[in-house]
């Protein structure tokens, strides 16, 4: 059988590309991103295709973070700069486990990579999503009490009903995808990077690695967007899941204290 991918000319899924071609493949989709309502992949390829796309989204972020390393290590500036305890906290492991590695990544899923393929049930489920992520701390942050909490969530029902029962309104949103999907894509993959900055108030790090953290998470929004049009949502949110569990190893290992 033979299936289209994002890519110019055919590609044949009678065997799983290789690792070189998964990239190949990922690197031309960036430069035109489709909406497709369909995912690409069959079933019985998507977990090696899955396998192939962490291993290069890691590969490529070690190469990313080994030049930054040897950059900063000429300028001399101390990475290694990180109380764990202010990252952490101080909450029970079981708790930091459920929070980084399922609840952001289901959270960042529904906002950032469901609405990529349009459809007014993904939408509504993406703006319910960012207005109880993102209510609760914008509350916080502005001393705002549960009055405006109410006020949003009524703004947001109504906003829900409009965009239910008015065909003009729903047309307007999607014409986007329909019109510049190139353009929505890599927007919505740049938002989803900088609101990681949000995540970092914290962590003792100099000024200079916020934007390599910042490019980090976009690099990973490019897979997870690749991964959400091609195989679907669920293996996206597998993947980010994994690029968490991954991240905590690696951050334990370091800066955990004998």
Known sequence: MRNQLSAPGIVSWAATPSIFKTLKYFLAFLKKPRHKNEVTVPKEKRLQVLLHLILTEVTIKTL????????????????????????????????????????????????????????????????????????????????????HYAAAALAFCGFAAAFLLSPRLHSCIRQPWRTDYTSLFHLMTVVSALQYLVNYPYINLPLVMLPVLVLLQWIEGLFLGYTRLHLGFKWSLMQHIVNKCLLLIVFFSFYSTP
């Open 64 to 147: 990313f973070l080994a030049t930054v390393v040897c950059l900063f290590n000429l300028l001399d500036i101390n990475l290694f700069q990180v109380n764990l305890q202010n990252v952490t906290g101080n909450k029970p492991f079981y708790l930091v486990l459920l929070l980084v590695v399922l609840y952001g990544p289901l959270r960042e899923e529904l906002i950032f990579r469901l609405p990529l393929v349009y459809s007014r049930r993904f939408m509504l489920i993406a703006l319910a999503a960012f207005l109880a992520s993102y209510a609760p701390l914008i509350m916080q942050e502005t001393s705002l009490g549960s009055f």
